[in-house]
């Protein structure tokens, strides 16, 4: 699996379709997998765009920890057959990005195909969402899949129930809702 960071991911001269999913990804879990599945099901240079440190942590020093480590994540992504994960150093330069410049960003990388959750935002003070993305790639022919939410028992599966369910010791929810054992004590 390839690992590149945004500024030589943007920078780079090959240009090659890849299908992509982004987010956060701070546990991997069942609803994150739905999403890796979907660009997974297009083939061609499936990619994870993500981020180095939570953003909520990177600049608003603010928000819970990630349920998992970056090299967790990574080794997850591996394991499910991404070929490319692009990570993005959130700074504050970064966060004042309009979500349609990042969007086009990627459509001109060579994007075909993107998976984002219903609740997906992006960009500056979250000025993109699901759908003006959807009409923003079809602008260029590109397809946008919004991927429904994923529940476990009628809850909404989320880090945040994951870190709740972790501090209240319910750790075989946690499991279930990540879709694999917990593994306390892991995180690096």
């Given at each position: 699996?390839?690992?590149?960071?945004?500024d030589n991911f943007i920078t780079n001269e090959e240009k090659k379709p890849f299908?992509?999913?982004?987010?956060?990804?701070?546990?991997?879990?069942?609803g994150h997998q739905a999403l890796i599945e979907r660009a997974l099901s297009r083939g061609e240079g499936s990619t994870v765009i993500t981020f180095r440190q939570n953003p909520k942590r990177a600049l608003l020093h603010q928000g819970g920890n990630d349920v998992i480590s970056l090299e967790e994540k990574l080794d997850i992504f591996e394991?499910?057959?991404?070929?490319?994960?692009i990570l993005i150093?959130?700074?504050?330069?970064?966060?004042?990005?309009?979500?349609?410049?990042?969007?086009r960003t990627l459509l001109d990388r060579g994007l075909?195909?993107?998976a984002v959750g219903e609740d997906f935002r992006c960009g500056r003070r979250r000025d993109t969402g699901a759908e003006d993305i959807r009409r923003i790639t079809a602008e260029y022919g590109v397809e946008t899949d919004i991927v429904p939410p994923v529940?476990?028992?009628?809850k909404l599966i989320s880090s945040s129930l994951i870190r709740e369910a972790i501090s209240r010791g319910e750790f075989t929810l946690a499991s279930a809702a990540l879709?694999?054992?917990?593994?306390?004590?892991?995180?690096?």
């Open positions: 699996m390839e690992t590149l960071d945004w299908t992509a999913v982004i987010g956060v990804f701070d546990g991997v879990h069942r394991k499910m057959g991404i070929t490319r994960v150093d959130f700074s504050e330069n970064f966060s004042k990005m309009e979500g349609q410049v990042f969007i075909s195909f993107l529940l476990l028992d009628g879709g694999r054992e917990l593994e306390v004590g892991k995180r690096k």
